[in-house]
C-alpha cells in the first residue's frame, strides 16, 4: 500500500468523552449541580429517558484510572475529555473547589503517564446551575463568567495540556437547550437561540484570548457540522437548505473566522435577532490553532412552514440509519473537511467526534462483543478521512465518540455509542470488536481499513 493510503506518522489517534456523561458522583468532594443534574432531578420526575441520570453513568470518577488503561490498550496517543466547570467553580463563580481540580490534575498526569495526549474541552454542555438561575447563556455576562472558569482551569492544567477546546457544539446547545428544550436547561424559546448562539461565540473568544495570555499551545473550537443537501430539485427546497446550513454551519464558523453572521438569519429571525458590535465580532474571531469538526451525518431538508428556520429533515429511504435515527452517509465527512478547508485554508483540523449507536449484543460471549454494524460505520468514516487528507485537507487527528458507552443526553443509556461496553449493573468494561478494529486501523495506519474484516459482509451498507 502507498504512503498515500496511510495516515501521517505524526496523526493523532483519539477517542472522546465528556464530564457529565461518564463520570458519575456529579455532587462529589464539594461540586456544585450543573443544569443536567437538575434536568435529570426535575422535580416531579426528570427529563431523561427512562429516568436515567448522570449519579453514577460509568463511574469514570473513581475508574479513572482503568479507562485510561483502556485508551492504552488501544494503541491511542490521545484522549479527548470535557472539565465539568461546576466541580470547579461549584457556583460558576467566585471560589475555587480544589477537590475538583485534583481530579483533573489526576487524570492528566495518569493520560501523561500512558504517553496519552490529553485533549482538553472546557465546555461540554454542563453549565453550573447557579448560572442559569442568572441568565445562562442568555447572559452577556456569561463571556466574562466563561473566561474566568478557563482561566483558572489553564493555570492549573496548561503546563501540561497540548490540546485545548473553548466549548463542543454550540449549535446543540442553543437549538437543543434553548429553542426547543430538548436538552437542558429545557427552555422553548425561538427568540432565545439567535442571543445564546452570539453568547456562546462570545464566551469562545474570551476564553481564547485568555488563553493567549496563560497558554503556549493549541486551542480551537469543536463544531458539529453537516453538509445540508435540498430534498428536491426545486427553488424552495434549495433555499430551504441554504437557510438549515446558515443556521447549524456557517452560524458558527463564518464569525469564529472572522467573516460576518450569514444573512439569511437576521431575515429568519427578524426581530430576535441580536445587535451585533464590531467589539464583538473582533472578540468572536480570535484567531484559533485548528478546528474540531464533530461529523454525524448529513441532512437532507425540504421546505416547511414551522419555525424557526422553515426547513425539516427528511430520511431517504433506503439509507441505512443508527439507533440515534441517524442516516449513515460516510461521503459526508470527506464533504465536510473539503468545504471547512475551503473556508479555513490550511487551518489543521481533527475530526473531534464521529461514531454510531446501535444495539450491541446485552452480554459479552466468552469475553468477545460483535458490534459488526460499528466496524462497518468506523471502517466507512475512517477511508472518507482518508479520502479527505489524500485531496489536501490538513487533517491532524481523529477521535472516535465514544470511548465507552454512556448516558446520551435526554436518550439516556440505551443508546450506546461505545467503542468500549459497559454492564451499567456491575460497571465492567468489554472491548467491543470495534475497538479492535479500530486499534488495528491506528497501528497499521489505515492499512486494516483494506483488509477484508471477518464481521463487515459487502451487502450491509450500500456505500461499502
Ligand atoms: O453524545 C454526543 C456528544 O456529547 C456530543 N456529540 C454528539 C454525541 C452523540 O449524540
Redesign the pocket.
Known amino acids: 500500500m502507498s504512503e498515500v493510503n496511510r495516515f501521517p506518522e505524526d496523526f493523532l489517534w483519539g477517542a472522546?468523552t465528556?464530564a457529565y456523561?461518564i463520570e458519575g458522583s456529579p455532587l462529589a468532594d464539594g461540586a456544585g449541580p450543573s443544569i443536567w443534574h437538575r434536568f435529570a432531578h426535575a422535580p416531579g420526575g426528570g427529563h431523561i429517558a427512562n429516568g436515567d441520570t448522570g449519579d453514577v453513568a460509568c463511574d469514570h470518577y473513581h475508574r479513572f484510572a482503568e479507562d485510561v488503561a483502556l485508551v492504552a490498550d488501544l494503541g491511542l496517543n490521545a484522549y479527548r475529555f470535557s472539565i465539568s466547570w461546576s466541580r470547579i467553580l461549584p457556583a460558576g463563580r467566585g471560589a475555587v473547589n480544589p477537590r475538583g481540580v485534583a481530579f483533573y490534575d489526576r487524570l492528566v498526569d495518569t493520560l501523561l503517564a500512558r504517553g496519552i495526549q490529553p485533549a482538553v474541552t472546557l465546555y461540554?454542555?454542563d453549565l453550573p446551575a447557579a448560572l442559569d438561575d442568572d441568565g445562562g447563556w442568555r447572559n452577556r455576562d456569561v463571556a466574562d463568567w466563561f473566561a474566568d472558569y478557563a482561566r483558572v482551569v489553564f493555570r492549573a492544567l496548561g503546563d501540561r495540556v497540548p490540546l485545548w477546546a473553548t466549548i463542543?457544539?454550540p449549535w446543540?446547545i442553543m437549538d437543543g437547550g434553548y429553542v426547543h428544550g430538548t436538552l437542558a436547561p429545557g427552555h422553548r424559546d425561538v427568540a432565545a437561540g439567535p442571543p445564546v448562539a452570539h453568547n456562546l461565540l462570545r464566551a469562545h473568544g474570551a476564553a481564547v484570548q485568555a488563553y493567549r495570555a496563560e497558554g503556549k499551545r493549541h486551542i480551537g473550537i469543536v463544531l458539529?457540522l453537516e453538509p445540508k443537501h435540498p430534498a428536491s430539485d426545486t427553488p424552495q427546497d434549495g433555499d430551504a437548505a441554504r437557510r438549515a446550513d446558515a443556521y447549524m454551519n456557517r452560524q458558527f464558523l463564518e464569525p469564529v473566522l472572522g467573516r460576518p453572521y450569514p444573512a439569511e438569519l437576521p431575515e429568519v429571525f427578524g426581530a430576535a435577532w441580536p445587535a451585533v458590535t464590531d467589539a464583538d465580532l473582533r472578540l468572536i474571531a480570535q484567531p484559533i490553532d485548528y478546528l474540531g469538526v464533530?461529523y454525524?451525518k448529513r441532512g437532507v431538508t425540504r421546505h416547511d412552514d414551522a419555525p424557526p428556520i422553515k426547513a425539516a429533515a427528511v430520511l431517504p429511504p433506503g439509507a441505512v440509519y443508527t439507533e440515534?435515527g441517524w442516516e449513515v452517509y460516510p461521503p459526508g465527512l470527506t464533504e465536510t473537511l473539503l468545504w471547512v478547508r475551503e473556508r479555513t485554508g490550511d487551518l489543521p483540523l481533527y475530526v473531534t467526534?464521529n461514531?454510531a449507536?446501535f444495539v450491541d449484543p446485552p452480554t459479552a460471549t466468552n469475553g468477545r462483543m460483535d458490534d459488526p454494524l460499528r466496524v462497518a460505520y468506523y471502517r466507512a468514516h475512517l477511508r472518507a478521512a482518508l479520502e479527505a487528507l489524500r485531496r489536501g485537507v490538513n487533517l491532524r487527528g481523529y477521535f472516535a465518540?465514544?470511548l465507552l458507552d454512556?448516558?446520551?443526553?435526554s436518550?439516556g443509556y440505551a443508546?450506546r455509542?461505545g467503542l468500549v461496553h459497559v454492564d451499567y449493573a456491575t460497571q465492567r468494561r468489554t472491548p467491543k470488536a470495534s475497538a479492535r478494529f479500530y486499534a488495528d486501523v491506528v497501528r497499521t495506519r489505515g492499512a486494516a481499513l483494506f483488509e477484508p474484516h471477518p464481521l463487515v459482509l459487502p451487502a450491509m451498507m450500500p456505500w461499502m
Open positions: 472522546a465528556s456523561q461540554h454542555w463542543n457544539e446543540v458539529n464533530n454525524y440515534t467526534e461514531g449507536a465518540w465514544s454512556n448516558l446520551e443526553w436518550l443508546k455509542f
